[in-house]
């Protein structure tokens, strides 16, 4: 299989202002290959959005590499980029703020196209429709402005306007968070049949296990800017390796029996800690319900310990 | 039967907007009693969150304004007494704990003194008792060093501590009824779990009654006894919390159960969706609120309003399929 | 599907439809319109439907109003026609009023976006230069310019101009930065729009509500600001205005009060509707603005 999408090494780190680094992502590397959908999930302050921007080239990258299919992204600037930027496209999390509320749908769903001088301009409007009714919206209502549209129709609209540039990536970010339930599943269905329809590729970006599972190939789980497990959606599910997957399925919400009035099944203490001044070892050491003296001075990297599945820790 | 902490009954609420009158709640009833958790559980707009502003008698008025009903809480009616009865009760016997903890806080003061100023509003202690009761209550809803949390502004702590905190605050006068509105939404997964698993240890050793507004049907599974699922500002099933997840009766709960994508589902099938967007309350028919995105809509269903069913003891939906037994059960 | 297919296509709605449907709901701000579209109508139509040159003396120095029919409302201490020097005087102040108030904003908005925008160092340098202008003493500052240069009406539109603009660069600026967070932003770069273009196009139309109730105000402002120079002596002697009607005759107020307040009412009234305007945007904006 040909890997369309290659990270290595990713690091993105902020100064803080007061002297310190955030170290927001810190040495991810991960491949996704054509047609494939590789999940990234994690708490607040894990940098799984950090890592989508950088890929995007909407965050500064501090040192790494990006390649999609060839194009080394990570290193090209200015014209090289922008021309470019109509092969990796995003999808944002909010659906209320993802939308310029002064332009018609239209335009927004157009103006990827002006700016990048993609087809001759008389054909972008019926362009416009076409991608209109691909996320199932009619195409009248490009007229329309964002705020005349429910919250699930805008995330179609952000989509529509991401495939507007015939993208071979689309990066989403969270974009069914802040969805009700009902409307979410419209909007991941939506997603993945448009996969199976035009091959694209999906770099996807999640909190909720749920959704990941149901959309997703491949799977990595992120604590604190590293990755700490990496496999198949499959795989992750049924033996979860490392100490803190095993502890994210675990709290996460479930319809299951045995999930029943159990109060919440909390088996991590405390709070993630900051990213600004990473303590030595294993950033996971300070919650982990298993950790030994050598896991607070000794980095773990990640190792195959199974085929397909990766996992950073001492102790797996 | 142990007598209900609180009784709902036949409560309407309307609002009066410029484009018509919304019913915002209609003929919602349901109860808890002491040591119950009670979830009410629906999407955005559906009434959860203005049943929990009814409650506590905040109600924006205008446009709002309780038409009919009784709200019940130990033999008393809420919505007869004056606003400064409704405040004492507030905060005392009633307390409730919001999504966002950070904007709930007061950031110019510290968390300890917040907290004392709760219980020195409702019981006559001295200031330096108060502020012992503060670090008490602070080291019951598991915060590590109380004391020096105590001196803590809420920007200093994280999101989980601050709803720690928030809890805290609410559960120092000791209510017989804890109000928790989306009390989780903004928190991470493991830290989610955390608070959950506190709530139900308090509401175990204290014996306080717990309404949990969500609209995540996890949470709902994890916490609670019973459940109300509202749509459009009804109840529209409430039972058991095993009966209404293991065997919804009406059509929306079903669809609203299928469509959450499960770690145990197979991953390779769409999503059941429940087809078309929550309706505005402006503009509701005479008939059954889900009736025009309901797959099982029949031309009754738009007549009147379904009347609750009984499925088994304390679980009923209010669907006229379901009357029919044309639902399967 | 079950979902009964909707055939019509609701009208669209901009935000700036929404916004008049509020504003135009609100009796105060309907007012303020009106009493604005009056003034601005009189000091238009006015001189073709009176025409008597304000400086020609034209009857007995300080005759009352309602004395002398071909003279509705009286004459000043040199015998000039008052109802003439309203309509002619209200065309120059409200021409210093709007274009000091377009000066305002020039400054105003280039700067505060730049420091909005990039942040940083840019944005230190230009809050320093705003600071320095805001810590100067405005209506000293605006004298000491019109008294350097000539009093003409566009040295004082400017000197208003330059007093004026750091209120509107920063409230530009915290809006900029504001909107430059917005996830519509990032979509823009996403497909590789320029910084001018994210300035100009994208975050500037977002930015303008509150801009819009900020000049409105600023227009009222720089009117009593005109007034106030006029009064001291410091506008143009040669244009005709309200400052300069109350200025030549504040020494008659105990003998004739017409002189004096007369067009103190102009200004008044004027004042009124613009900040009844302003307020009424303010409304007509927050709305929407609030539904993110």
Same mark, same amino acid.
């Given at each position: ?16 202002? /007061? ?9 991810? *590397? ?51 980029? /922008? ?18 509320? &002064? ?6 769903? /157009? ?38 549209? *429910? ?15 015939? =993208? ?37 970006? *999640? ?6 599972? $149901? ?43 045995? $999930? ?6 909390? &088996?991590?203490?405390?709070? =993630? ?6 303590? =030595? ?16 001075? &000794? ?18 | 039967?142990?007598? !209900? ?15 018509? @009158? ?40 205008? !446009? ?25 009760? #507030? ?16 950031? @110019? ?23 012992? #009761? ?109 009966? @209404? ?15 959450? !994508? ?16 929550? !309706? ?50 | ?14 935000? %700036? ?15 303020? +319109? ?7 109508? %009189? ?81 230190? %340098? ?102 106030? +120079? ?9 244009? %005709? ?52």
């Amino acid at each position: 299989m040909s890997q369309l999408l290659s990270v290595r090494d990713l690091r993105v780190h902020f100064p803080t202002g /007061r002297g310190g680094t955030i170290h927001a992502v810190d040495g991810v *590397s991960f491949d996704i290959p054509r047609g494939q959908t590789l999940g990234i999930v994690g708490e607040s302050g894990s940098g799984k959005t950090t890592t989508a921007l950088a890929v995007m080239r909407l965050a500064p990258i501090t040192s790494g590499k990006i390649d999609l299919d060839g194009i080394p992204i990570s290193r090209i600037e200015g014209q090289e980029l /922008r021309r470019a930027r109509p092969r990796f496209q995003m999808v944002f999390q909010d659906p209320f703020s993802s939308l310029n509320p &002064r332009d018609r749908v239209g335009r927004i769903i /157009r103006q990827p196209m002006d700016l990048l001088g993609l087809l001759q301009p008389p054909q972008r409007d019926a362009r416009v429709e076409e991608l209109l009714a691909q996320v199932g919206l009619r195409p009248e209502l490009k007229s329309l402005y964002p705020h005349q549209f *429910s919250g699930g129709q805008r995330q179609r609209i952000g989509l529509a306007r991401a495939l507007a540039t015939k =993208p071979d990536l689309i990066v989403f970010d969270e974009p069914v968070s802040a969805l009700d339930v009902a409307v979410q599943a419209q909007v991941l269905n939506l997603i993945r049949r448009l996969q199976r329809e035009t091959g694209l590729t999906y770099l996807f970006i *999640s909190h909720d296990l749920g959704v990941v599972r $149901h959309v997703c190939d491949e799977i990595a789980v992120m604590y604190l800017g590293r990755i700490v497990e990496k496999a198949s959606a499959a795989r992750i599910f049924a033996s979860p390796r490392h100490p803190y997957t095993q502890a994210l399925i675990a709290a996460a919400p479930s319809l299951a029996p045995e $999930h029943r009035r159990r109060g919440g099944g909390a &088996r991590l203490q405390g709070d =993630p800690p900051s990213p600004v001044n990473l303590p =030595p070892g294993c950033p996971f050491a300070s919650r982990c319900p298993i950790a030994v003296n050598d896991c607070r001075s &000794r980095v773990p990297t990640l190792r195959e310990l199974a085929p397909g599945q990766a996992v950073a820790c001492h102790l797996a | 039967m142990t007598e !209900p902490v609180l009784d709902i009954r036949n409560l309407k609420v309307d609002f009066v907007t410029r484009r018509g @009158v919304a019913h915002v709640l209609d003929d919602v009833s349901f109860s808890v009693a002491a040591g119950e958790l009670l979830a009410i559980v629906g999407e955005s707009g559906c009434g959860k969150s203005m049943t929990a502003l009814s409650i506590l008698g905040l109600i924006p008025s205008p !446009p709002g304004r309780i038409v009919g009903g009784s709200i019940l809480f130990q033999g008393r009616d809420l919505t007869r007494l004056r606003q400064s009865e409704l405040r004492r009760i #507030r905060g005392g016997d009633i307390a409730m704990i919001f999504q966002e903890p950070m904007t709930s806080l007061n950031p @110019v003061f510290t968390c300890g003194e917040q907290i004392a100023e709760a219980v020195r509003l409702h019981q006559k202690v001295s200031p330096r008792a108060a502020l012992a #009761r503060a670090v008490e209550m602070l080291r019951a809803v598991g915060i590590p060093e109380p004391e020096l949390r105590a001196r803590a502004y809420p920007h200093q702590l994280s999101g989980g501590m601050r709803q720690r905190v928030m809890i805290a605050m609410a559960l120092s006068c000791e209510p017989r009824l804890l109000i928790a509105d989306e009390p989780t939404t903004a928190l991470d997964v493991t830290v989610q779990a955390q608070i959950f698993a506190l709530l139900d240890e308090l509401r175990q050793k204290t014996g306080t009654a717990i309404i949990l507004i969500t609209h995540d049907m996890g949470a709902v599974a994890e916490m609670a006894d019973k459940v109300a699922v509202m749509y459009a500002g009804r109840i529209i099933e409430r039972g058991p919390a095993d009966a @209404v997840l293991d065997n919804p009766g009406h059509p929306y709960t079903r669809g609203l159960l299928a469509s959450i !994508p499960r770690i145990d589902a197979d991953p390779d099938a769409d999503l059941p969706e429940i087809p078309g967007i929550v !309706p505005a309350l402006t503009d509701l028919g005479r008939g059954c609120a889900f009736a025009p995105r309901c797959a099982l809509a029949v031309p009754a269903c738009n007549a009147a309003q379904p009347h609750h069913v009984a499925m088994s003891r304390d679980h009923s939906a209010a669907c006229i399929r379901l009357q029919a037994n044309e639902v399967s059960a | 599907m079950t979902a009964p297919a909707r055939t019509t296509v609701p009208a669209a709605r901009g935000p %700036m439809a929404e916004a008049w449907d509020i504003f135009r709901r609100s009796p105060a701000a309907m007012l303020g +319109l009106l009493l604005l579209g009056l003034v601005i109508l %009189m000091t238009v139509a006015g001189p073709f439907l009176y025409q008597v040159d304000p400086f020609e003396i034209v009857w007995a120095p300080l005759t009352p109003p309602g004395e002398e029919a071909t003279i509705p409302l009286g004459t000043d201490n040199l015998g000039r026609d008052i109802l003439a020097g309203l309509i002619e005087g209200g065309r120059a102040t409200l021409a210093v009023g709007f274009s000091a108030a377009l000066i305002t904003m020039l400054i105003g908005v280039v700067i505060g976006a730049y420091a909005g925008f990039y942040g940083g160092f840019v944005d230190d %340098m230009l809050m320093r230069v705003t600071e320095f202008f805001q810590v100067l003493p405005p209506l000293l500052f605006a004298m000491v310019v019109v008294t350097l240069f000539q009093p003409t009406l566009i040295n004082v539109a400017l000197a208003i101009g330059i007093v004026s603009w750091p209120q509107t660069a920063r409230l530009t600026r915290s809006e900029f930065r504001r909107i430059r967070t917005l996830e519509y932003v990032s979509a823009m770069r996403a497909v590789g729009a320029g910084d001018g273009n994210i300035i100009w196009r994208v975050i500037l139309p977002n930015a303008l509500p509150p801009l819009i109730v900020s000049a409105t105000l600023t227009i009222g402002m720089a009117i009593l600001f005109e007034a106030g +120079l006029s009064f001291l002596g410091l506008s143009d002697p040669n244009v %005709m205005s309200w400052g300069l009607m109350i200025g030549t005759g504040r020494e008659y107020l105990l003998d004739a009060w017409w002189v004096v307040t007369l067009p103190g009412t102009m200004i008044f009234l004027t004042v009124l509707g613009i900040s009844l305007v302003g307020d009424g945007l303010n409304d007509a904006f927050n709305p929407w603005m609030r539904e993110r």
